[in-house]
């Protein structure tokens, strides 16, 4: 396991994430742990846990539903049964009351791809981070899903543009460029510094 971040840096990413402004941002267990160990109080946007959780974002019309998927047994080579069907039942309880369903995983490449090939229903949106390969952008689950995946360096930002809402009917699938667009941007010297987080970071004394 990598060496977790230093108190300083820790407490740099809070305040940022706090400029950030999220409307809702995935901790981990894990995480949580890190950041409290470091003197770094939790945010109120701050949510995910031991158990599956469940938020709807939006008002209105335009209501996305997320599914924050907690952490998998130690030492489990497999996602536990039980857990993919909790999975699955939340996504049949959301698709009545919301627009798009979205799933945040920390479980890695292989667990995840495994709850793509179970029967479903499967999240439309599968936004998946641990171990395992990142993924600008891929259409699994017959079509029905698509999946990206953070990459391990942190030197990129990955965008995901829905530009049309889902179908309730079993022919919708997600097509490239028709109703979602999935970019990689590569953070390269192009791109100009926030100047607030970099004052940050200069006060703060971190990198």
Do not use: C
Not at 160 to 181: D, G, H, Q
Request: proline content about 8%; charged content about 20%; cysteine-free.
């Amino acid at each position: 396991m990598a060496t977790p971040p230093s108190r300083k840096r820790l407490e740099f990413m809070a305040k940022a994430f706090d400029q950030l402004r999220h409307d809702l941002l995935f901790v981990t267990p894990y995480e949580r742990g890190l950041l409290a160990r470091a003197g770094v109080q939790p945010r109120p946007s701050w949510r995910g846990g031991e158990k599956l959780e469940q938020h709807i974002l939006g008002e209105n019309g335009a209501k996305i539903g997320v599914l924050l998927l907690p952490p998998l047994p130690k030492g489990a080579r497999n996602v536990p049964e039980n857990l993919i069907h909790q999975v699955e039942n939340a996504v049949h309880r959301l698709r009545g009351t919301v627009k798009l369903v979205v799933a945040m995983s920390p479980w890695g490449y292989a667990p995840e791809q495994e709850l793509l090939k179970a029967a479903g229903p499967h999240p439309d949106i599968l936004l998946g981070s641990g171990p395992g390969i990142g993924l600008v952008g891929t259409i699994a689950a017959g079509g029905k899903t698509a999946w990206v995946r953070s990459f391990a360096q942190g030197k990129s930002v990955l965008r995901l543009e829905v530009l049309a809402w889902p179908e309730e009917n079993s022919t919708f699938k997600w097509t490239e460029e028709k109703n979602i667009r999935m970019t990689l941007f590569g953070l390269t010297d192009q791109y100009q510094e926030s100047p607030q987080l970099l004052t940050l970071m200069q006060h703060m004394g971190t990198d």
